[in-house]
Each structure stands twice: as C-alpha cells, then as structure tokens.
C-alpha cells in the first residue's frame, strides 16, 4: 500500500520530468517569448492610452519592468478624495501610499496594465479622468478632451 508521502514523491518525480520535456523542446522558452510580446505590447498601449486620456497632467514613463505603471500626480490633486470618487464610479485605484512601508503619502498612482487589453484599460483610465478632483478646484473633476 502507497502511503502520502510515495504519492508524493511520484506525483513531483512526474512534474519534474514533464519541466525537463518542455525545457528540451524548447517550448518553454517559445511561451516566455509569447508572453514578452503581449506585455510589451500591453505596456506600449498603456502607455499612450495614459497620455491620450490625461495628457501632461500625469507624469509616466515605461517602467524598467512588472506590469504596473507609476503615475506622478500633480500637486493639488486630492488623491483620498480621488480614491473614493474612483471608488463610488466602480474602479480600484492604487495610490503611492499604500506602498509606502512608512504609509507616507506619496503623489502618484499605481496603474496594473498586464491582465488588461487596451480597450478596457483605455475606458478604465477615461472613467478615472471624469472622476478626478482636484483640490484646489473644489468638487470639480478633470476630464481632458
């Protein structure tokens, strides 16, 4: 009788021969450049969808890596404020201090582009213009265009 722990021992012995098998046959390596193209191409899209929609009122560069984009925001945007107007239009919004291991506000957003297609990524970024407030303005939002 197999106890657990055999099991166990066969099931990784299984796995471990399957990843030797695509290493060799060079299929791994094919998925990771698939995967590098749709994220640069993601990245590409999120990019320009970014400055289509806001302009220069968000400073952002292509990231040395990740999937994520960092999004300078301009002094007298009320980001808390932003948050839950963002929060209320049905979308998720990453602000700089919620990274911050201090917790230190931090003016810049945190825009994931990699399990995104541009059209959505794209319509997410219009809806969070609409509902952008800023400070100094009162309870108006921006929305460029």
Known sequence: MFTPSDISKVVYVVEESGAAALLEEGELQRQVRRVRRVLHARRDAA???VRAVFGDALGVRPP???M???????AGVDLAGWKVAARDAGLHLRVGAEFDLEGRETPALRLGYGQMDAGPFRAALTSLARVMPLARRGARAYHRG
């Open 64 to 66: 040395a890596g990740g």
């Open 68 to 74: 994520t984009l960092w999004a300078a925001v301009p």
């Open 47 to 49: 990019l320009e969808a």
